[in-house]
Structure formats: C-alpha cells, structure tokens
C-alpha cells in the first residue's frame, strides 16, 4: 500500500524538535501582517501629526549682527520672517565675555503685510557686553 499524495513534505524529526508546523507557519504570518498593520497605523498617525496644524502661521528668525556701542549700550539687528498680519513677540539679549546675560528685552512685532522684516533693537546693558544676539521669537 502506498501513502496517500499530499502536498505537504513529510515532517521530520527535526520539525517536531523544533515546532515548525504549518500551524505555527500561519501564527507566524499572521503575527508578520500584525506588525506591518501596526507599522502603518503608526506612519498614518505621524504624518495626520505633522501635517494636521496647518491653521498655524510659518514663523522663522535669526539674528544677522550687533555692534556694541558702549559699556551700556548694544544694538542687536535681526530679522523676523511671517505670514503677514501676523504679530510675533521676540526676546534679545547682550552677553558679556563670561557668558552673563547682561541686557535682556522682550520686544513686540507688530502684523505687517511684508513676510520678511529686519529690526535694529537697541539694548541697555549692566556692563560692557562681548556679544548681542536674537534668542528666540514665538507667536504671541
């Protein structure tokens, strides 16, 4: 008597030895598609995420130079680039030669129709300032 004709190749010893079945072949492609789902949500998510508040004006700024003009006085020149009618709230600061802030303002940007704007913001200083710069601007 012959076998009958299967499609499967006869399991081995070494197949029970090490539980390679075809029921664990489908658990492990089932597991596989899971985590490719998963993965995808995840990417779907992030970019929803990114993409999702575009309500928000664009907003960039650098300080572009200053000169220090006395032991209390420093002039601090940077530029803001925003959507226009947008108003934008910065802060400047001076530095001495120990890295101290030695002159400090928070200045208001008033909504302009020009996106890119260069600003002169003279500072007041405790002592002689090394350095001037544009810390950071932000949406008020």
């Given amino acids: 008597m012959t076998a009958p004709a299967t499609n499967h190749p006869p399991r081995t010893d070494l197949d029970a030895r090490y ?3 075809t029921v664990s072949r489908r658990r492990q492609r089932w597991i596989a598609i899971a985590g490719a789902v998963g993965v995808a949500l995840v ?7 990114v993409s999702g508040d575009r309500d928000q004006p664009m907003l960039a700024s650098r300080d572009t130079g200053y000169e220090v003009i006395s032991d209390t006085d420093t002039l601090v020149r940077y530029e ?17 030669s120990d890295n101290d802030i030695v002159g400090w ?17 003279p500072l007041e200083t405790v002592n002689r300032a090394y350095t001037g710069l544009l810390s950071r601007c932000w949406l008020p």
């Fill in 105 to 121: 303002k928070i200045v208001d940007v008033p909504p302009a129709e020009e996106r890119i704007r260069v600003f002169v913001q």
């Fill in 80 to 96: 803001v680039t925003v959507d226009p009618g947008t108003a934008v709230r910065c802060a400047v600061q001076a530095w001495n």
């Fill in 43 to 49: 990417m779907i998510a992030w970019v929803v995420w």
């Fill in 19 to 21: 539980g390679r079945s």
